[in-house]
């Protein structure tokens, strides 16, 4: 069993910077990927961005990242806090939702369904 909860979600003006933290308990969190999903208000939630656990190989790369967001977030993970984080930089209006960390046995996805764990979420809100 794997708990997460999400922090650092907050107000910023466009251009700016958060980091969104993930606190994971249970002791198969970094066997697992981590993954950040966002949710706006109407629309379906999406994938942002995904790390690797340690079951899987990182030879063939370890982080993979929505195109919207290639290049202004970073995810990374500390497997000896248990915590996975999203670093994110140039922020968008269009980046305003709430944001979900979730884990899950699975090499690296994009798929919400892939996902077995889910946090409850933390918004962020970008102003223009």
């Known amino acids: 069993q794997v708990q997460l909860v999400e922090s650092g979600g907050g107000l910023v003006q466009a251009g700016g910077s958060l980091r969104l933290s993930c606190a994971a308990s249970g002791r198969t969190f970094n066997m697992y990927a981590a993954g950040w999903f966002r949710q706006a208000p109407g629309k379906e939630r999406e994938f942002v961005a995904a790390?690797?656990?340690?079951?899987?190989?990182?030879?063939?790369?370890?982080?993979y990242y929505a195109d919207s967001v290639e290049g202004r977030f970073t995810i990374s993970r500390d497997n000896a806090k248990n915590t996975v984080y999203l670093e994110m930089n140039s922020l968008k209006p269009e980046d305003t939702a709430v944001y979900f960390c979730?884990?899950?046995?699975?090499?690296?996805?994009?798929?919400?369904?892939?996902?077995?764990?889910w946090g409850q979420g933390t918004q962020v809100t970008v102003s223009s």
């Open positions: 790390h690797r656990g340690l079951t899987w190989s990182w030879s063939v790369g370890n982080k």
């Open positions: 979730a884990a899950g046995p699975v090499g690296i996805g994009s798929d919400p369904s892939e996902y077995e764990y």
